[in-house]
């Protein structure tokens, strides 16, 4: 259930705490991230173009990516990541451990 291939994405720690796990990955022509799930919803934001293979279980798909673009995921997601590019991939995947934690400023009074 997961891609055949020798070369491990390259995961950084940026934070991690109760709230919230940062993460860097770093992704070498045709490197994956491994069989894995997600224990909560996240987000990622690509700080590189290129080609995200994901595959779920039961089929792979391809999607083409561009520097800043974001999407988000609930928990429980579960998939290997490849980086499909003839070219280093890389993203920042934010981890929403504690939802209730993430404090919203209250919206700005309206003016007439």
Request: charged content about 20%; hydrophobic content about 40%; aromatic content about 10%.
């Amino acid at each position: 259930m997961a891609f055949v291939c020798t070369i491990p994405a390259v995961p950084t720690v940026q934070r991690d705490d109760d709230d919230v796990r940062i993460t860097r990955w770093d992704f070498a022509p045709g490197a994956v991230t491994g069989w894995h799930q997600h224990a909560w919803p996240y987000f990622v934001v690509l700080l590189t173009p290129g080609i995200m293979r994901v595959h779920n279980g039961t089929e792979v798909t391809e999607t083409k990516v561009e520097t800043g673009t974001a999407y988000g995921r609930p928990f429980g997601a579960e998939h290997d990541v490849m980086n499909g590019s003839d070219h280093p991939l890389a993203f920042i995947e934010i981890e929403l451990k504690r939802q209730q934690a993430v404090v919203y400023p209250p919206a700005p009074p309206a003016t007439a």
